[in-house]
């Protein structure tokens, strides 16, 4: 019944319009991640080697997820079809990938995605929903252009959930290759800042952490998929 | 120039309300700074529920009793440095106050970035007691200026209504603007112009007698004696003038939960707290709260 069930969803899932299955590639190689133009969580700047994989171009939408939860009710501040899926909690965004057969990115992956093929250090506004009052509320996830991987709204419009456990000073040890986060922890890390953050909380470098049970009417995630390196997930 | 003392409506004497001590380092204080202007234009304030005709019993508040400094300085709310009150006057010690900056913005005739050391206005010393929404109060000497005089220099447009403070952005120094990220950081407060107009309302750069502690909101914050202490803005790194009414971090955050006047009322519920008592920090007894927190004669009539 439970595989009935799963393959039903997947299904619904993958003839729904949904953005989901609209992924970009970000290819093989290093970046800096973190700054040392933070707190001790972000320093130091390092380099890190990924892997090829693919990330979903949009935040996954209220459309995309009542598909795959029927009794989700979207927050006043996020509640058109597109706007960004927000109060999910990191159990319930982990499930949404994976019956896509998909993940959640790992927070090295997310910072890779958001500061682009040039390594940006700051926010471009153009790119970017945030610094707004609290009653602006979200946009459609396609609303403003992309980023120079092709991905929307890395920065601003809803924070976003990532794979990893939080440690604050895991860049001190983390691996130069593929890092996957602590193997355990009390905290995820969450990304990218709201409409309402300003600019500070929407740099690329920047790092928070919520418990993984938590719902927030600011927090969405989007999916990620391992590349032919890794031979796919 | 000469100074003319004349007693407002909330006013006693200094000498009913001020120890000795705290009155002679006052008058050092106010003799010394120079970042204020003369200290000799200097009018000094208090309050009386005798005088002024409040309903208040006189053995359930006594306000020849200044709240020790000790206890005010060691009982801060002051969520950018954490939620602990009795570790805030350690953790907001890494704020620094020098070279601070006020921006001045919207509706206003010169937008400009005033230099706090540069401001020069006659002070005063006014002894006021602040309401916290939590149920608690205190009874403070503040130095500094009526906040009209900073509008007037300001001079905001005929359309501006309201006027928004927003403080400093500093998640490095500050970790709670860091850790509760969810929040609309910078911490904003907003006021009617004609509440901010009113002679009560009061910029404060000096606590008993001395500047402003870091954990008190130095080196410049408001201080609204007949509303809830979170309207009392610390820290003030700019101000805008507008014509609707602003967002809040509070009324943001939960607009059914706290409204833009949070005028403190006893019959009112607010937040999280019945308001009908408050408690004395460093006291055991509890107080009736009054309403508009026993400035009514000075304020109701704003609210009519």
Known sequence: ?233 | MASIKIPKSWQISEQEVTPEDIYLRRREFLGTSLKLGSATMAAIYGFSPFTNGWSAEPEQFSPSTITPEIIASRFNNFYEFGVEKQEIWKSSRKLQTEGWRIEVGGLVKNPQTLEFETLKFPEEERIYRLRCVEAWSVVIPWIGFPLRLLIDKLEPLASARYIKFTTFLDPIIAPGQKKRFWEPWPYTEGLRLDEARHDLTFMATGIYGHPLPNQHGAPLRLVIPWKYGFKSIKSIARIEFTREEPETFYTSLSPLVYDFDANVHPDIPYARWHQAFERIPGQEETVKTLPYNGYANQVAGLYL
């Open chain 1, 1 to 233: 019944m439970k595989n009935i069930f799963h393959a039903f969803m997947v299904l619904v899932l993958m003839t729904s319009n949904v953005e989901s299955s609209d992924e970009a590639l970000i290819p093989a190689g290093e970046f800096v991640m973190g700054t040392d133009q933070s707190t001790p969580a972000e320093r130091p700047a390092h380099k890190i080697w990924l892997d090829d994989f693919y990330l979903d171009r949009f935040e996954i939408s209220n459309q995309n997820y009542e598909a795959f939860d029927p009794n989700y009710a979207r927050s006043a501040s996020s509640s058109c079809d597109r706007c960004p899926a927000t109060r999910v909690t990191w159990y319930e965004a982990k499930a949404y990938c994976k019956i896509l057969n998909q993940r959640l990115p790992t927070e090295a992956e997310w910072e890779k995605a958001r500061r682009g093929p040039q390594g940006n250090s700051d926010t471009e506004r153009d790119t970017a929903h945030y610094a707004l009052p609290v009653k602006a509320g979200t946009l459609a996830v396609d609303s403003l252009p992309a980023n120079g991987y092709g991905i929307h709204h890395l920065a601003g419009n809803v924070w976003e959930w990532v794979n990893d456990w939080h440690e604050e000073l895991y860049y001190q040890k983390s691996p130069v290759k593929n890092p996957q986060g602590p193997s355990k922890g009390l905290r995820k890390s969450v990304r990218g800042g709201s409409w309402y953050n300003v600019g500070w909380y929407t740099q690329p470098g920047m790092r928070f952490q919520l418990a993984p049970h938590v719902k927030l009417n600011s927090l969405g995630f989007r999916c990620a998929r391992s590349g032919q390196a890794a031979g796919g997930d």
